[in-house]
């Protein structure tokens, strides 16, 4: 984790490097799986494209995660003169916790959300929805804002992105393996390999979205915790989380839509009308995130606290 005043989190840490070391295993393991299948079935020439797209992939994450979310969302980067109220709270929690400025980013749609996305604290930016500067307080967009900077302190926003490049790369195998056993349906050996590809880069897809959306869920809960701990207003928090998540079930689905690939970085997912208590879920039940906050704001309301 950067060195930051946000309370350090152990588990996040652990859990971080176990789904990074698990995710660089299974990648390791489908190009080895796939160099045996092409060897045996004359496609020799396949795998060092299949590494090199992956690794390509990966590297393209890391380096632009920023920009991609950011036209993901059709935000922009604002200065302090166009935004001078966000600025402030963006400094003010910054020089709280003891950590560099992410730029700062506004996206004009009226669903109420924030994100933080970029390779390292240098070049994170933190960005806001019109929707939810008309929504929320002060005191609770402070606390949106300090859950946000908390993932860019803790760097996990730059270990999910980078974890997400096993699903793309598997995803794409198993779309080009089943073109490609189709169309090699004539040739023994080909539709073997074809084959193997897609059972393997299925297997790798599901595990990894599995590993993806675990971290996913625990880093929400360690942010509310260091976001709530930074501001000592866990309650700011869990308001915040309630008329984010209260506006968010009355948006049509066809409008969430367009912007629930980015539901791993958002505060809150772009999902109405589901439960969020099920293994394929990116976030923490709401209730699960209430339960610790107002465990936090008992705990710093006890006498001598």
Request: aromatic share 6%.
């Amino acid at each position: 984790m950067a060195s930051s005043r946000f309370i350090k989190d152990t588990g996040l840490t652990v859990r971080m490097t176990t789904v990074m070391f698990l995710l660089g295993a299974l990648f390791v393991a489908l190009i080895v799986v796939l160099m045996f299948a092409a060897a045996s079935s004359g496609y020799e020439g396949l795998v060092p494209i299949i590494g090199l797209v992956g690794i390509g992939i990966a590297v393209y994450q890391w380096w632009s995660s920023d920009k991609v979310a950011m036209r993901a969302m059709r935000a922009r980067e604002v200065s302090p003169e166009e935004a001078p109220e966000l600025h402030g709270m963006v400094d003010r929690l910054c020089a709280l916790a003891d950590m560099p400025k992410p730029r700062v980013g506004i996206a004009d749609t009226p669903m109420p959300n924030a994100f933080a996305t970029g390779r390292s604290p240098d070049r994170a930016v933190v960005v806001v929805t019109t929707g939810i500067m008309g929504k929320l307080s002060a005191e609770e967009l402070e606390a949106v804002l300090a859950h946000e900077l908390s993932h860019v302190a803790h760097r996990d926003v730059l270990v999910m992105t980078v974890a997400s490049s096993a699903g793309i790369v598997a995803g794409m195998l198993m779309h080009g393996a089943r073109f490609g056993a189709l169309a090699g349906r004539r040739d023994r050996n080909g539709a073997a390999f074809f084959v193997i590809a897609l059972v393997v880069s299925l297997v790798v897809y599901a595990v990894s979205f599995f590993l993806t959306r675990l971290l996913s869920r625990y880093r929400e809960l360690s942010a509310d915790r260091a976001g709530a701990y930074l501001t000592m207003k866990p309650a700011a928090l869990a308001t915040a989380l309630q008329k984010i998540t209260g506006d968010i079930a009355a948006i049509p689905q066809r409008d969430l839509r367009q912007s629930q690939s980015m539901n791993a970085f958002f505060i809150a997912p772009a999902i109405s009308g589901a439960t969020l208590k099920t293994l394929t879920s990116t976030h923490p039940s709401l209730e699960q995130r209430l339960e610790q906050l107002a465990r936090i704001q008992a705990e710093l309301g006890r006498p001598g606290d």
